[in-house]
Every structure is written in structure tokens, then in C-alpha cells.
Nanobody
Framework: QVQLVESGGGLVQPGGSLRLSCVVSGSIFGINAVGWYRQAPGLQRELVAN???????GYADSVKGRFTISRDNAKNTVYLQMNNLKPEDTAVYYC???????????????WGRGTQVTVSS
């Protein structure tokens, strides 16, 4: 059974940094697109950063220059490095991965359960 497990969240002061990780557990053939989303209380889930391919990235305007998404396909892991964190970054962060269970299978979309990030002094 394939699962995505996020880690690295926590409480940090404004200006601080955190690195989120998302590990794919279970047997898969490969990872296609990856992304990180977040959802603050009372708000809709929003895209923070994504990597449609190994060499392309996209970021929400609110995090450009502060967040960096990366992936290690050999480890089936996706990262989100978050620097210069602000109180408005407080949210539950979710990883989203499109992966293939077999070579000829179509990509399937998976979500992690989320990790809480709180930015507060």
C-alpha cells in the first residue's frame, strides 16, 4: 500500500527556517509531478510549490524567493525548504505526488496527511 508521510513541521519564530520532507512508502515504479500545498484555518487549500518534472519548478507569489522545492527520486522523497518564515505561512502543509505503480500504469494522485507549520513569536 502506497502512503505519503510528511515530516519536519513545527513551531518556529518569524524569520526562521524549516525543511519539510515527504517520503513515499510502498512499492512504486516512479514519481511524476510533485507539489506542496497548504491550508490555513478557514481558508481553501492552496498550491505553494510544484515540480512538474525533475527540472521545472513553480511557486506561489507569496513564497517566491523564500521557499525551495526539490526531489530525490532515488529516495522517493520530496522536500520543501522554507526560509524567512512569516506568521502568514502558518498552515497545515500537504505533499501531493503523481506516481506510477507500474511502468505501463497511468499516474495516480496521492496526498499526504499533512504537517503543521506554525510561525509565531
Amino acid at each position: 500500500q502506497v502512503q505519503l508521510v510528511e515530516s519536519g513541521g513545527g513551531l518556529v519564530q518569524p524569520g526562521g527556517s524549516l525543511r519539510l520532507s515527504c517520503v513515499v512508502s510502498g512499492s512504486i515504479f516512479g514519481i511524476n509531478a510533485v507539489g506542496w500545498y497548504r491550508q490555513a484555518p478557514g481558508l481553501q487549500r492552496e498550491l505553494v510549490a510544484n515540480m512538474p518534472t525533475d527540472f521545472s519548478t513553480g511557486y506561489a507569489d507569496s513564497v517566491k524567493g523564500r521557499f525551495t522545492i526539490s526531489r530525490d527520486n532515488a529516495k522517493n522523497t520530496v522536500y520543501l525548504q522554507m526560509n524567512n518564515l512569516k506568521p502568514e505561512d502558518t498552515a497545515v502543509y500537504y505533499c501531493n505526488i503523481a506516481l506510477k505503480l507500474a511502468e505501463l500504469a497511468p499516474p495516480q494522485n496521492y496526498w499526504g496527511r499533512g504537517t503543521q507549520v506554525t510561525v509565531s513569536s
